[in-house]
């Protein structure tokens, strides 16, 4: 594989033996890693080695990878960042994503879904140099919005969605100015509807929002109990 199609990580784990997995199996790929054992180590190659996308576990010595990422946050908001984890408390992943995470895996996870999620994050999801063909693009107000490559385009600039935040965009899309269960999303992206994801997904609600904030026409409608609705008046 030749170099400009390298996609650079580094890999911030404690557990030195998944680690060592993860680079082998990786590396097998066409990634570059580089690995660090805490958040110190990792903050201190994170600006070393400017990567393409930051694979962070949450729980580890010294400093943990929220603070890590909290602290890169201060200055970068752009580079992508997936957190690992094994904790089981959604609350523990929703600070994940409010401190400026873009993805994230509970362990134990496949290599293959950890793959694809990378190549996500870093914009090399196989044929992302292709055009987008019709089908696969929805026109959101001023956005246009690509679910294949989870792609937000506004005005020249392109903002990287993470899995969820395009799996729910996408439906929303799909039943535009029609109620989009929240039930129904639930199982399909978290596998089960407890109050804790329910929390979960108004998060990334959250997030959408946002990110669709620099058009006032477009509106994520909460219907309370029932689920969301996208409208663009």
């Not at 946050?73 to 401190?99: C, H, M, W, Y």
């Amino acid at each position: 594989m030749k170099n400009d199609e390298w996609i650079n990580v580094l890999l911030v784990e404690d557990e030195q033996t998944l680690a060592m997995i993860i680079k082998d199996t990786l590396e097998g790929q066409g990634f570059r890693i580089r690995l660090a054992g805490d958040g110190e180590e990792g903050l201190r190659l994170f600006y070393e080695q400017k990567p393409d996308v930051l694979v962070a576990d949450v729980m580890m010595p010294r400093m943990d990878g929220f603070e890590m990422v909290r602290r890169i946050r201060k200055d970068d908001a752009q580079t992508p960042v997936l957190f690992l984890t094994a904790r089981s408390a959604i609350n523990d992943v929703v600070e994940g994503f409010e401190l400026g995470g873009n993805d994230y895996l509970k362990k134990p996870f496949g290599m293959q879904e950890l793959i694809v999620r990378i190549k996500a994050l870093a914009g090399r999801v196989l044929g992302t140099a292709q055009p987008p063909q019709p089908q696969d693009t929805f026109e959101i107000g001023d956005y246009v919005f690509t679910p294949r490559t989870q792609q937000l385009f506004y005005q020249g600039t392109t903002t990287l969605l993470s899995y969820r935040e395009s799996e729910i965009l996408r439906r929303l899309c799909v039943h535009l100015d029609q109620v989009v269960d929240m039930r129904s999303i639930l199982l399909d992206l978290w596998g089960d509807d407890t109050f804790f994801n329910q929390r979960s997904l108004h998060v990334f609600i959250t997030k959408l929002r946002h990110k669709l904030s620099q058009d006032e026409h477009i509106r994520i409608v909460n219907v309370r109990g029932i689920g969301y609705k996208l409208i663009i008046n």
